[in-house]
């Protein structure tokens, strides 16, 4: 059987175009949705394709191998020195490229295994450290920070928030579609409840704004729209941490977005260098602090991992490791001296 032409280099970096089903990168595409597949990873995986197309001099994948592969999981570790999640992350799109979309799955061989992942322990910040940063935020990403941490919240999960989410009598959140696309409740910390009614006020006043200027909300799915007509100006559908700007789509409709997370994510960054804290604090340590502190005053670890939406309880077993009674959770003798 003869190789398959090399694909072209426009092919790789084409946008969506669902006329061209018949591309590789546009299967690859499709197949990632006909499963549910998140856009973070639909966008990871079509871009380590990519790169594993590129690598071998655009070569169609049909023409490679298991060989093929380890070679390219080898130079990513020892030429790109990436992580091991990373490298895994590779795997999983190259796995999911042979056995999805050539429907030719790939062999057990070696080198293509999964990496062995370090264990690390998370950055817990103390109590007196998350006031020091809050006092270096201005909102509302104060607010968003306040938020993180009161309710165990990822980044995206908070900037995600839509008004129909909040429950300010109740003082409970519902976090929707969250990572395995999982909804869950967590509770509301009392001090955040002024500030997110005095908040709610100006998104009303900015929400008249927008429906006076035909601005739409985004993140609404077609089956949504089609159910709900008009639901991207319906005042319980939008984002609490609404962007300043809006954005046109090539048909000439407006639409304002969420608050970007690399934004939330710089302004935390200063925050931590302007406090002074000297830690390599993250705004995912808000998240790692909240759970150790709730451990730490005594509640259960089943009801920490309901509250953090892991499926697994071992991966809420980490935060036992960080408890404040040592490395082990047991006594110092150095407390002795």
């Not at 592969?69 to 796995?95: C, H, I, K, M, P």
């Not at 005594?298 to 036992?320: F, S």
Request: charged share 30%; glycine share 6%; proline share 5%.
């Amino acid at each position: 059987m003869s190789p398959l032409p090399l694909i072209p280099a426009q092919h790789l970096s084409d946008p969506p175009a669902p006329e061209r089903r018949f591309r590789l990168m546009e299967r690859a595409r499709r197949a990632l949705r006909e499963r549910r597949y998140s856009f973070r990873t639909e966008r990871a995986y079509l871009q380590w394709i990519r790169r594993y197309i590129l690598a071998n001099d655009r070569r169609h994948p049909a023409d490679l191998g298991e060989a093929d592969v380890a070679r390219f999981l080898s130079a990513l570790a020892l030429e790109g020195q990436v992580a091991a999640s990373t490298q895994n992350q590779a795997l999983a799109a190259l796995t999911f490229l042979y056995a999805r979309v050539l429907r030719r799955p790939l062999a057990r061989v070696e080198g293509v295994t999964p990496a062995r992942r370090a264990r690390r322990v998370p950055v817990v910040l103390s109590l007196a450290e998350l006031r020091a940063i809050l006092r270096h935020l201005a909102p509302p990403h104060d607010l968003c920070a306040a938020l993180m941490y009161g309710s165990g919240l990822r980044v995206s999960e908070c900037l995600r928030l839509r008004v129909k989410d909040i429950d300010l009598e109740r003082r409970e959140i519902v976090v929707r579609g969250g990572k395995g696309d999982k909804d869950r409740r967590v509770p509301l910390a009392q001090r955040c409840v002024q500030p997110l009614r005095k908040m709610i006020e100006g998104e009303q006043r900015r929400f008249a704004r927008d429906r006076r200027d035909g601005i739409g909300t985004t993140g609404l799915g077609e089956a949504l729209r089609h159910k709900y007509p008009g639901v991207e100006t319906d005042w319980r559908w939008q984002y609490l941490f609404a962007a300043a700007r809006t954005f046109s789509t090539p048909d000439g409709r407006r639409f304002r977005h969420h608050l970007h997370e690399t934004a939330m994510q710089r302004a935390f960054r200063a925050a931590v260098i302007a406090s002074g804290v000297a830690k390599r604090a993250s705004c995912h340590s808000l998240r790692h602090s909240f759970a150790t502190h709730l451990l730490e005053s005594g509640a259960d670890i089943r009801t920490v991992q309901e509250l953090l939406g892991h499926t697994d309880v071992r991966t809420t077993m980490i935060y036992t490791h960080v408890l404040n009674r040592g490395g082990l959770g047991v006594r110092s003798p150095g407390d002795d001296l």
